[in-house]
């Protein structure tokens, strides 16, 4: 059984820094595909960064310089570290896992709040 747990989030205020953390089991880690998400509050759960098995990267403009996603395969581990937080990165954060043929394993989520 494929199962996520996040760790890290927090309060926070602008310009300040958090990493996320994201410990998988049950996944042979190296070979599956994972990535952040946020959900604010009315909004659509959009995509932070992905990291490719092959350790390719993708950032949107909005966290672009700011966020910067690695993977620890020793540990089974991913991790977001977030830079200059912005009062508009407040949202819940999902770690996720993408297994190619079976589909996404989302973690349970992990609130990030961001003050002026």
């Known amino acids: 059984q494929v199962r996520l747990a996040e760790s890290g989030g927090g309060s926070v205020q602008a310009g300040g820094s958090l990493r996320l953390s994201c410990v998988v089991s049950?996944?042979?880690?190296?070979?599956?595909?994972m990535g952040w998400h946020r959900q604010a509050p009315g909004k659509e759960r959009e995509v932070v960064t992905g990291?490719?098995?092959?350790?390719?990267?993708y950032y949107p403009d909005s966290v672009k310089g700011r966020f910067t996603i690695f993977r620890d395969d020793a540990n089974n581990s991913l991790h977001l570290q977030m830079n200059s937080l912005k009062p508009e990165d407040t949202a819940v954060y999902y770690c996720?896992?993408?297994?190619?043929?079976?589909?996404?394993?989302w973690g349970q989520g992990t609130q990030v709040t961001v003050s002026l």
């Open positions: 996720r896992v993408t297994i190619i043929g079976i589909g996404d394993y």
């Open positions: 990291v490719a098995s092959g350790g390719a990267t």
């Open positions: 049950g996944v042979m880690f190296s070979s599956v595909g």
